[in-house]
């Protein structure tokens, strides 16, 4: 109980050696600490406590838990198997329900991608109570995610971007790091400080010229997110290990629409599957050989039509039963994207709107300067 009050209050007073200087750390301290930040802070001291006798896991579940009835009192907690993932996004970005409302409008490969890497705990042995089938590792802490999600809180559009920006993020780095057994207990950081500088939208638009997007490994359990000229470079990377992966944002910035036909929004997995879609949380490299050193992960292959589909599928058996879960059904689901794209037709077409009447506003003021005053 000591030893966590003491690291309490070291994590507390760390804030000011954001600033290198003694007047400078005190000044942080003091002056510019935002009265918010300290009220979470002292909120969540409750909660480090009961770490003496409850499993990291089981206290994080109980804040997250705790933050959405603070954030969003009047609306029920979310209980179902993407439940973590929707309580993480609405505490990353210190929004209500609306956040939730974003992640559910999102394709269902950007949905599952989030549902099953969010919900990976870092600690070996320990589940969320969501989702018990949900295990092996490495987990992913995405390193400034917060900050891109509420950079981009006010705009729906932007928002559900920054969603789909994650889980591209989060598709690559299981790239990088595979799958496995000995990494449950490991959790890599993936630095994403360039994306948050703007609002999305205007970080991905930005013209750069000749360059890409990368997701760049440093180590064992450090990456970044980076724009680069060049390739990163492979000299000191280890063999057999990748270097990088080349993050694809395009389709981040398009429609729900262009990219899920309604029957895909309605399938269930299987459909899906069976229709070609082909539902992937990672790359193709996982499923071949590069999966045979944690082949007891998945599903043993069976004479049945889907065993084939289950076989390339780079999750456990439970874990593919916790992803069907996540797939809503019908109508529900539908109203709620229709919503939020009828939302951001309103907002662009509001704006249009705004801008014609400043030029014909300019127009009218240049078209009266010139014909000067009557004779």
């Known amino acids: 109980s000591q030893d966590l009050g003491l690291y309490f209050l070291h994590w507390f007073t760390d804030l000011s050696g954001a600033e290198a200087t003694p007047l400078g750390g005190a000044e942080k301290f003091v002056l510019k600490f935002p009265h918010s930040v300290l009220t979470s802070f002292l909120w969540s001291i409750p909660f480090l406590g009961k770490l003496e006798t409850m499993t990291e896991t089981a206290v994080v579940e109980q804040y997250l838990k705790a933050r959405w009835r603070v954030l969003s009192p009047e609306t029920p907690c979310p209980q179902d198997a993407s439940a973590i993932a929707a309580l993480r996004i609405a505490v990353m970005a210190q929004s209500d329900e609306g956040s939730v409302e974003a992640y559910k409008s999102l394709p269902l490969s950007d949905r599952q991608c989030l549902a099953l890497e969010l919900a990976r705990t870092g600690c070996a042995g320990q589940r969320y109570s969501t989702t018990p089938s949900v295990g092996a590792g490495p987990a992913f802490l995405i390193y400034y995610g917060p900050a891109l999600l509420q950079k981009n809180a006010e705009s729906p559009r932007c928002f559900r971007i920054a969603l789909r920006v994650m889980a591209e993020v989060l598709r690559k780095a299981r790239a990088l790091w595979p799958l496995s057994k000995e990494g449950e207990n490991r959790v890599v950081t993936i630095l994403v400080a360039e994306l948050k500088t703007q609002t999305i939208d205007i970080t991905l638009g930005i013209s750069r010229g000749d360059g890409r997007w ?162």
């Open 214 to 375: 990368y997701l760049v490994r440093h180590n064992d359990c450090e990456g970044a997110v980076e724009f680069r000229k060049e390739p990163p470079s492979t000299a000191q990377q280890a063999p057999g290990s990748p270097a990088y992966e080349v993050l694809h944002f395009t389709h981040c910035l398009s429609n729900v629409h262009e990219h899920e036909s309604s029957q895909y929004r309605r399938a269930g997995i299987e459909d899906l599957l069976d229709n070609g879609f082909g539902v992937r949380l990672w790359e193709e490299d996982i499923v071949g050989d590069a999966t045979s050193s944690c082949s007891d992960l998945l599903e043993p292959p069976v004479e049945k039509k889907t065993s084939r589909r289950n076989s390339q599928l780079p999750f456990t058996t439970g874990e593919q039963d916790f992803m069907e879960s996540t797939v809503e059904s019908g109508l529900a689901a539908n109203l709620r994207q229709e919503n939020w794209i009828l939302k951001d037709q309103i907002a662009t077409l509001s704006d249009e709107v705004a801008r014609l009447r400043a030029r014909l506003a300019v127009y009218g003021a240049v078209e009266g300067t010139a014909s000067g005053p009557p004779e």
